[in-house]
């Protein structure tokens, strides 16, 4: 995790029997719209069979001053 994004507010979701390519397009598509920073990559855990079983993004970090943006 970068230093930037350890105070920064993100999102999280679990797929219980792994994640199919539209269900991860889908979240991707609304963590976007959650004003997720260009830059932040999606961190995901796998399974013993390499499917995706969570995915958790930055939707939003936090200024100098102390505020969200």
């Not at 390519?21 to 830059?39: I, Q, V």
């Not at 499917?51 to 930055?58: L, N, Q, R």
Request: hydrophobic letters at 35%; proline letters at 3%; one cysteine or more.
């Amino acid at each position: 995790m970068r230093s930037e994004d350890r105070n920064a507010r993100q999102r999280q979701r679990t797929f219980a029997d792994g994640a199919t390519l539209a269900e991860l397009e889908k979240h991707l598509a609304s963590l976007r719209t959650l004003g997720a920073p260009g830059d932040a990559h999606p961190r995901v855990g796998v399974n013993d069979d390499y499917e995706i079983t969570w995915m958790t993004c930055v939707v939003e970090r936090r200024a100098l001053d102390g505020s969200l943006r």
